[in-house]
C-alpha cells in the first residue's frame, strides 16, 4: 500500500498540494489528471525520491521495485532489443556475462552464467523484449538497429518499453501514448490491463483511461482526490459532487439571508436582543461553502473560411512516397483514390508506417506525387498540423512576433484580439515561448493555423501535449469548423467526436474502413500477433547477423498454409535442439573434461541461435502476409 498522511510539495514558491492524505491499494491502477501545473509530473518525481515533500510523508512498501520512464534518451550505439533488455538490469547482467565468459572460454564462468539466467528466469528476456518492441511498433528489422538511429519520438517509445521491461511493483507512466499511434495504444492497453503490480498513469487521452484505470486520481486547486473509476466515472462523480456543493452554497445563502434579516430587524430590540445574539453566532458558524466555479474556461474557435468550394481537392491513380537523394523511389502507397469535400470529417486508421503521414503530406503537396494526378481547386486554403510543428515554432519569439510573420500588415490590437481567443490574453502575448509549456505552444501552432482561415485542415495527430481540457476545446472546436478535415490521431475521443467516416491505410492501400473506432480496436486485437509469440531468444555476435527475410506482406498477397506451417515447424525444431544445448550447458558434467565439450555446446549455441533469428524473421513476414 502507498499512502499518503498530510503531505504537502511546493516548487520554488508556489505551493502545488498541499494536506493530502490517502491511500493507494496494491494492484490499483489509478489514472492522474488535472490541468497543466496541478503537480502530477512532480507528484511522481516526489514518489521517486527525486524531490522532498514540503511537509508530511509519503510511504511507500521497503522493498518495493519502482519503474518509470525516463524523460531523455542518450544517443546510444546500443541496439534497440539490447537497450530495452537492459531494462532488467540483473537479467541484462547475465546475458552479458555468459558472452563474455563465451569470448573467453571460461567453462567455469558461462557454468556459472547459465546458472544464473535459470535463476532469473532469462532464457525468455529476449523474446519479452522482442514483444514490447513489436507491441509499440517497431518491425522486426529494426531490432538491432543503434539506438542513436532512431528520432525523437521513437526514442520515446523505446523508453516506454525498456520500462515495461523493468522488473517492479510499482509503475509509473508519465503521458506514455504520446508519440504512439493508434494501433500501439489499443496494444498498451491490453499490456496494462495484465500488469499485476501498483501503476500510476499521468494521461490526457480519457478513452486510454477508460480502458486501463481502476481508480482516478484529481489534482486540483492543490488538493488530491481519489474516486473510482475511469475517466467517464470520474466525470460523473465530479459533476454530481459539483452540484451537491452548489445546492449547499445556495442554501447557505438562503439561510444567511434570512438570519441577517432577522438580525437587522431586531438587534435593538431589548425583547430580541437574545435571539438577535444567538443568529449571530450562527452566522459566524455557518461553514462558507463556495459556489461552483465553472471547470472548463478554455474555449477557441477556427474562423470561417475566406472560401468554401465544394470540391476541394482530390488524388486520382497516386502513387504516393518519397524520391531517394540517388533518384530512385520509395513508393508507398499505390493507386489511391482520395478526395475531399466542404464539410467531410475524415479520420485516418492504420499500422505506424502503414503511411498515413506519407498521405496527408501529399494531400498538403509537400510531398510531389510519384504517378497519378493531385487536383486542388484555386481557392484551397490548407492548414496543416504535423507532428513537428510544435518544433518548427521560432525561439525567443512571442506568439505576436509568429503572427507578425504571416500577415506583416495587421495591427499589434488585431493580434491581441485574436491570441485573447486562443488563451494568450494581455501581456502573455508578447511573452517569449522558451518559457511556454508543451501544451502551450501547440495551442500557439494550431491558433496560427486558424489565423489563415483554411477551408482544410489537415491535422497529424495534434493532440501530443494538450490536455484534457484543451482536447475538449479542440474538438468542440472542429466540430463546429464549416471546412474539410483529415485527421492523424491516436486520441480516439477526439477523432470520435470529429470524424463521421475512417479510411484505413494498410499495404499500401488506402480504402473506406466500414466501421467504427471499438470495431476497428477488435479488429487490431483479432490479428495474429505477428512477432510476439515468436521473439528472437538472445541477440546473437555480430559476426552471426543476419538481415531478416524480404517481408511477404510487401510482396502482396496471403502465406502459403503450407509455408506457414513447414516454418512454425522450423522454429519448434530450433527451440528444441536450443533448450537441448542449454540444458547440457547447466549441467556440471559437461565441464568435466576441462571445458572441451562446454565449448563445442557453446559454438552449437551460437549457431543455432543465428539460424533460430533467420526462421523467425520468415515466420514474421509470413504472419504478416496472412494478416493482410
Not at 7 to 32: C, I, K, M, Q, T
Not at 222 to 228: E, Q, S, T
Not at 471 to 495: C, Q, T, W, Y
Request: charged share 25%; aromatic share 6%.
Amino acid at each position: 500500500m502507498i499512502s499518503f498522511r498530510n503531505f504537502a510539495l511546493r516548487r520554488g514558491e508556489r505551493l502545488l498540494l498541499s494536506d493530502v492524505d490517502l491511500a493507494l491499494h496494491a494492484g490499483y491502477r489509478v489514472g492522474v489528471v488535472g490541468r497543466n501545473g496541478t503537480g502530477k509530473s512532480s507528484l511522481f518525481a516526489a514518489m521517486m525520491g527525486e524531490v522532498e515533500a514540503d511537509r508530511g510523508d509519503i510511504d511507500l512498501p521497503g522493498k518495493a521495485r519502482i519503474a518509470s520512464v525516463a524523460q531523455e534518451t542518450p544517443s546510444l550505439p546500443d541496439s534497440a532489443i539490447d537497450f530495452v533488455l537492459s531494462g532488467d538490469q540483473a537479467v541484462h547482467a547475465a546475458i552479458q556475462m555468459e558472452a563474455n565468459a563465451f569470448a573467453n572460454e571460461d567453462w567455469e564462468a558461462v557454468a556459472e552464467a547459465h546458472h544464473r539466467l535459470e535463476e532469473l528466469n532469462g532464457y525468455d528476456a529476449t523474446a519479452r523484449a522482442g514483444k514490447l518492441l513489436h507491441g509499440l511498433g517497431f518491425p522486426a528489422e529494426t531490432h538491432a538497429k543503434p539506438v542513436s538511429d532512431f528520432s525523437g519520438g521513437w526514442r520515446v517509445r523505446l523508453n516506454v518499453a525498456r520500462a515495461l521491461m523493468t522488473p517492479s511493483d510499482l509503475l509509473l507512466l508519465d503521458e506514455p501514448t504520446n508519440h504512439l499511434d493508434l494501433d500501439a495504444v489499443v496494444w498498451l492497453e491490453d499490456w496494462l490491463r495484465k500488469y499485476p503490480g501498483t501503476l500510476l498513469v499521468i494521461s490526457h487521452d480519457r478513452e486510454f483511461l477508460d480502458n486501463v484505470v481502476t481508480h482516478t486520481l484529481h489534482l486540483h486547486e492543490g488538493k488530491a482526490r481519489l474516486y473510482v473509476g475511469g475517466y467517464t466515472d470520474f466525470e460523473r462523480q465530479r459533476a454530481e459532487q459539483l452540484r451537491q456543493q452548489q445546492i449547499a452554497f445556495e442554501k447557505e445563502q438562503t439561510e444567511r439571508a434570512h438570519l441577517q434579516s432577522f438580525i437587522d430587524r431586531f438587534k435593538a430590540k431589548a425583547s430580541k436582543a437574545k435571539q438577535a445574539q444567538s443568529r449571530m453566532k450562527r452566522l459566524a458558524k455557518l461553514a462558507g461553502t463556495e459556489a461552483v466555479r465553472a471547470e472548463r474556461s478554455i474555449r477557441i474557435e477556427f474562423p470561417a473560411p475566406l472560401k468554401l468550394p465544394n470540391s476541394l481537392i482530390r488524388l486520382n491513380h497516386a502513387d504516393c512516397g518519397y524520391r531517394q537523394p540517388d533518384g530512385s523511389v520509395a513508393a508507398i502507397l499505390h493507386n489511391v483514390g482520395f478526395g475531399l469535400e466542404a464539410g467531410d470529417r475524415i479520420g485516418l486508421l492504420g499500422p505506424n508506417g502503414a503511411g498515413k503521414s506519407t498521405l496527408v503530406k501529399t494531400l498538403v503537396g509537400e510531398l510531389p506525387l510519384l504517378a497519378g494526378e493531385r487536383n486542388a481547386h484555386p481557392d484551397l486554403r490548407i492548414g496543416y498540423f504535423a507532428q513537428h510543428t510544435v518544433e518548427s515554432l521560432m525561439a525567443g519569439q512571442s506568439p505576436i512576433d509568429h503572427l507578425r510573420k504571416l500577415s506583416p500588415n495587421s495591427s499589434t490590437q488585431a493580434f491581441r484580439d485574436f491570441l485573447g481567443k486562443w488563451q494568450f490574453p494581455g501581456d502573455r502575448a508578447f511573452e517569449s515561448i522558451d518559457g511556454f509549456s508543451g501544451g502551450e505552444k501547440a495551442r500557439l501552432a494550431l491558433s496560427l493555423i486558424a489565423w489563415k482561415q483554411p477551408n482544410v485542415l489537415l491535422l497529424d495527430e495534434p493532440t501530443n501535449h494538450l490536455d484534457l481540457e484543451m482536447r475538449e476545446a479542440l474538438a468542440e472546436a472542429l466540430s463546429d469548423f464549416d471546412g474539410a478535415i483529415v485527421m492523424v490521431s491516436h486520441d480516439r475521443h477526439l477523432i470520435g467526436l470529429v470524424s463521421d467516416t475512417f479510411w484505413r491505410v494498410h499495404d499500401g492501400v488506402v480504402e473506406p474502413f466500414d466501421g467504427d473506432l471499438d470495431e476497428y480496436a477488435a479488429w487490431l486485437r483479432s490479428r495474429p500477433a505477428a512477432g510476439e509469440a515468436k521473439a528472437v531468444k538472445a541477440t546473437p555476435p555480430a559476426s552471426t547477423a543476419v538481415q531478416p527475410a524480404p517481408s511477404a506482406a510487401k510482396k502482396g498477397g496471403k502465406a502459403n498454409p503450407q509455408k506457414l506451417q513447414q516454418a512454425e515447424q522450423r522454429v519448434v525444431e530450433l527451440e528444441t535442439a536450443l533448450a537441448g544445448i542449454e540444458a547440457e550447458l547447466s549441467d556440471a558434467s559437461a565441464y568435466a573434461d576441462g571445458g572441451t565439450r562446454a565449448g563445442e555446446l557453446g559454438k552449437r549455441q551460437v549457431e543455432l541461435r543465428g539460424q533460430l533469428e533467420i526462421a523467425e524473421a520468415a515466420l514474421l513476414a509470413l504472419y504478416e502476409a496472412d494478416a493482410a
